[in-house]
């Protein structure tokens, strides 16, 4: 049913090997982990699902030591949409960096972004998809790497860049800093403000409150009038979703809120569906209620009803939006 698929925690992997940079990888993900939405009567939704991938199923130690064991492998991962590389001098080795090259190339296309932190960047530079594009590393491999990759062009006082679906992060600090800017790409300023306060290492005024990386890096961010309006969406699932609802939750006007979804008109939308999902809305719809309920069925449910489309506002959840 879309209540469960719009509900759905979106799943973060993590790339763990040996040598991995433990600071890294435990920093961010707890970011990810932090980022709960309010569900309506002292219930939590969560906004990620948190996986750590290994080479193998057996431990792996980190820089600094430490044994990390995985909970999946690169064979038996599911389906992700966000894979980060968290760096750590083991990417240095060819065996590990081609291996996740290899890994990374062989499921971009069923993923909606990559990122890399530090070093990290050893294992997506042999792709080719960096390629011609703007990144970042950590000072200490900057030479490396535009020597190693000189089709990239590297730039470490960048604190975080974004050149496409690729992403990339200077060193340690920057871990948190992509966390929360990712989370807001997501979910709203509002909700990473929110998790940013948990973490003292984010970036911090002058007056020692925290924020969040500059939007001159990212331009992500949302108008104000938005901030709240991801979390009311998920507590009122079963309520009208209407974009002239909506238009009146963020105190705007049908005409300025359409746009706002990031689509210019109905033909634009459809072109970006079927580009991202291979089907047009309506046979994408047609097979998906099928498929619900076949599953509701199956687990003794009671589907809800076929309408035929979606409204106005389930479709622009359903996909992200085109900028």
């Known amino acids: 049913m879309w209540t469960q698929t719009a509900m759905k925690p979106k799943r973060i992997g993590f790339l763990g090997f040996e040598g991995v ?8 993900a707890d970011v990810f982990a932090a980022a709960p939405l309010d569900g309506g009567y002292g219930s939590r939704i969560s906004c990620y699902e948190v996986c750590p991938i290994g080479c193998r199923y057996e431990c792996f130690r980190a820089e600094l030591g430490i044994a990390l064991r995985p909970d999946s492998t690169l064979e038996t991962v599911a389906e992700l949409d966000t894979i980060i590389v968290p760096g750590g001098h083991g990417l240095q080795r060819s065996l590990v960096n081609e291996t996740i090259a290899d890994w990374i190339l062989a499921r ?3 993923t909606r972004r990559v990122a890399a932190i530090g070093a990290g960047i050893y294992g997506m530079a042999p792709t080719g998809l960096l390629d011609g594009r703007e990144v970042t590393t950590h000072w200490h491999y900057a030479s490396d790497v535009a020597r190693c990759f000189p089709n990239l062009r590297v730039d470490p006082r960048r604190h975080l860049v974004k050149d496409g679906a690729f992403y990339t992060a200077s060193g340690p600090r920057a871990a948190i800093d992509l966390s929360l800017t990712l989370i807001e790409e997501d979910y709203g300023r509002h909700i990473a403000s929110v998790v940013a306060q948990e973490f003292v290492s984010a970036s911090v005024n002058g007056n020692g409150h925290h924020k969040l990386p ?5 331009d992500s961010q949302p108008a104000d009038r938005f901030a709240e309006l991801i979390p009311w969406i998920m507590r009122n699932l ?13 105190c705007m006007s049908p005409s300025h809120f359409n746009p706002s979804v990031g689509f210019s008109d109905t033909q634009t939308f459809r072109r970006a569906f079927e580009r991202r999902l291979g089907a047009k809305p309506r046979s994408y719809l047609k097979n998906f209620n099928v498929t619900s309920m076949a599953a509701a069925s199956a687990n003794g449910e009671a589907a809800l009803p076929q309408t035929g489309r979606m409204s106005g506002a389930q479709e622009a959840l359903a996909i992200p939006t085109q900028h």
Do not use: W, Y
Request: charged letters at 15%; hydrophobic letters at 45%; zero cysteines.
């Open 21 to 28: 940079a433990a600071s890294n990888l435990t920093d961010a």
């Open 108 to 110: 971009v296309n069923q």
């Open 214 to 218: 500059s939007p001159v890096v990212f």
């Open 238 to 250: 079963h309520e009208d979703l209407s974009i002239n609802t909506l238009a009146r939750r963020a």
